[in-house]
């Protein structure tokens, strides 16, 4: 806001040219027009008050603040010297809106504009954006000004419909505007085209409570999201799930670093006796007692059906069984209501540790059934499946526990986020 030269004066009064109505002074020299609130009569300042034209059959709307109002905003006292209505109509709804116009002694002139309980604070600057912006541009398209990000919100025709006390131009009634405004909240970016004339605003969304406390009225409280209002929460809340999400990435890359497939040790292919009633051994070296392995099965050519196999990990005379693992496979796939789909895998990897050096068996037995029949069936059998051993293996999945504990703390501020910028865009499907 550009400091004004005018001086402070005792308040002013005069009676209205037209009606002899009683109008009160309150802004500046700047002052170009005075519309009178009894016969809206549009007086000229600097030529003795003389009527220039009337605003006919004016309805005056509910207004929160009436002129003469005085409050502190930004930590400077203002006076409230003259209001306007304007109204859009869009696919068949009428959205109306007022600006108050509020002068300073000491930073001149602002806007103050109301509409469904939300406020903005705007002053007229000469800013520009540092590319060229168009009066009519795609929804969120960007721009930057005074190295701040804004997103186009809406682009619009609308119409003035009020008009009451003390402007600093001339206004006409159903005078039409065209305007852009574009966001970054709290900060809302307005230009304005009126006739041949371009103005640029810059505005800052004000809580409802501060306007409350500022000119000491009882305001309503928002039950919208309005375009430049900011997403509000306790710093301390933001903080934190902040740093989940920065503590859930870092859990994520740790994971990766961590989580190791191993190094080859041995592989099989048992065939289909496995399926038999001894089943199948296959042999292998541990030349890393106490590391972890892993075995991983393979079966290729199940199709619509399931295996179980029963692992055993044994000393190379199979007279001592270190560890036995369950591995259950099963893979599924069809086409339904024309779209192709599948569930289920053809491997499973299970781990395991021996505490000795030495050469090892695998002692595998397998059976299955096709369908979804949990029996097995005694004749099942594969053409083929296989074993891979290796060693080494690195799980990390205590990183990924972390990974998903943070995720889990952040996400109920990011889906509020979410949800507050769905109904700020009028994207939210309750509003449908």
Sequence with gaps: MKPSNSTPARLKSLKCTQCGGAISIRGGHNVRTIVCQYCGACLDSKNEFAVLHRFINQKRPFMPLAIGARGKLKNVEFTVIGVLQYEQREDGEVYRWLEYLMFSYTHGYVYLCYEDGHWVLMHEVKDLPETDVEIVMPLKS???VRGHSFKVFECAAAKLTYVEGELTWQAKQNET???????????????ESR????????GEYISHKEISEAFKIE??????????????????????AHGSLIASFLALLMYFM????????ASDNLGDEVFKDSGTTSEFVIDSPGALYSATIHANHLDNAWAFFDIRVVNALETEEFCAMPAEVSYYHGVEGGESWSEGSREETVYFRVPEAG???????GEGNRGETNNPDPNFSLRSVSIEIRKGVRLGHHTLAWFFISLLLAAPYFVRVYRFEKKRWGEDEDDD
């Design 177 to 191: 505007i065209r305007y852009l405004d574009a966001i970054c909240p709290p900060c809302l970016y307005s230009i």
């Design 219 to 240: 305001c309503i409280s928002p039950s919208t999201v309005f375009a430049c209002q900011p997403f509000n929460c306790s710093p301390l809340y933001k903080s934190m």
């Design 359 to 365: 050469n090892y068996k695998i002692d595998i037995e």
């Design 258 to 265: 961590v989580t190791s497939s191993g190094a080859y040790v």
């Design 142 to 144: 960007k721009f930057e």
């Design 195 to 202: 006739a041949s004339e371009i103005e640029y605003f810059w």
